[in-house]
C-alpha cells in the first residue's frame, strides 16, 4: 500500500513571497503519477500540477513547479510570487500507472495554506 | 470542460435513514470514485467502478454501498446513516488516458 505524508498542517507567508509545500510519499512501484490538487473555501477540488514518474524534469504550470525527487520519493510543491488567490488547502496525492487510472488516488492530509496581505 | 455535479451540496439526515448521494460526469470517463474527507486525514477512498455495473471497494467501504447503472452516473448509498458518517463526501472521474481525476463541489452530509 502507498502512503503520502505532508508535514505541514499550516503555513503562512506574506503576498508576493515563495513558498514550498512538502510532500513525502513511500510505494514498491517504479511508475506511478504524483498530483498536487488545490482545494479554496469553495471546496472545489482543482489540479494544480501533475508528474510522471518516469520524467526527470520536473513538471511547471505558470507560477507552480515542483522539485520530483524520486530516489528519495519526495514532491514538494513551489508557488513563486504568492497570490491571495492561493490561500486554500493543498493536497499532494499518488496514483499507480498500472491499472490505466482505475484505481483510486492516495491522497495525504493537507496543508493549509495562508497568504497574508 | 470536464463537469462533474453532485446532487446537493448540504444534506441533513437523521440516523437510521437510507441516503442517496448522485454524482454524475459529462466527459464519457470509464471510471468513477467516490471519497470521504475529514479534517487532519485528507481524502480516503469508499469505491471506485471502472465500468457500468463494475464496482471495487476502496479503502474504507463499510456502511457504504453504490451503483453504476448508467456510465455517465455513480451513485454512493449509506444502507443506514450513522452519526460517524457525517463528513463531505466527494465524487470524481477520470479517464484512463490523463489519469488525473476531475471532482464534483463536494455533498456536506450531516446525520443526526
Known amino acids: 500500500a502507498q502512503t503520502v505524508t505532508q508535514s505541514q498542517p499550516e503555513m503562512s507567508v506574506q503576498e508576493a513571497e515563495t513558498v514550498t509545500l512538502s510532500c513525502t510519499y513511500d510505494t514498491s512501484e517504479s511508475n506511478y503519477y504524483l498530483f498536487w490538487y488545490k482545494q479554496p473555501p469553495s471546496r472545489q477540488m482543482i489540479l494544480v500540477i501533475r508528474q510522471e514518474a518516469y520524467k526527470q524534469q520536473n513538471a511547471t504550470e505558470n507560477r507552480f513547479s515542483v522539485n520530483f525527487q524520486k530516489a528519495a520519493k519526495s514532491f514538494s510543491l513551489k508557488i513563486s510570487d504568492s497570490q491571495l488567490g492561493d490561500t486554500a488547502m493543498y493536497f499532494c496525492?499518488?496514483?499507480?500507472?498500472?491499472?490505466?487510472?482505475?484505481?483510486?488516488?492516495?491522497f495525504g492530509k493537507g496543508t493549509h495554506l495562508i497568504i497574508q496581505p | 470542460d470536464v463537469k462533474v455535479t453532485q446532487s446537493s451540496r448540504y444534506l441533513v439526515k437523521r440516523t437510521g435513514e437510507k441516503v442517496f448521494l448522485e454524482c454524475v460526469q459529462d466527459m464519457d470517463h470509464e471510471n468513477m470514485f467516490w471519497y470521504r474527507q475529514d479534517p487532519g486525514l485528507g481524502l480516503r477512498l469508499i469505491y471506485f467502478s471502472y465500468d457500468v455495473k463494475m464496482k471495487e471497494k476502496g479503502d474504507i467501504p463499510e456502511g457504504y454501498s453504490v451503483s453504476r447503472e448508467k456510465k455517465e452516473r455513480f451513485s454512493l448509498i449509506l444502507e443506514s446513516a450513522s452519526t460517524n458518517q457525517t463528513s463531505m463526501y466527494l465524487c470524481a472521474s477520470n479517464s484512463g488516458a490523463t489519469y488525473e481525476q476531475y471532482f464534483g463541489p463536494g455533498t456536506r452530509l450531516t446525520v443526526t
Open positions: 496525492a499518488f496514483g499507480m500507472y498500472s491499472g490505466g487510472g482505475a484505481d483510486g488516488l492516495t
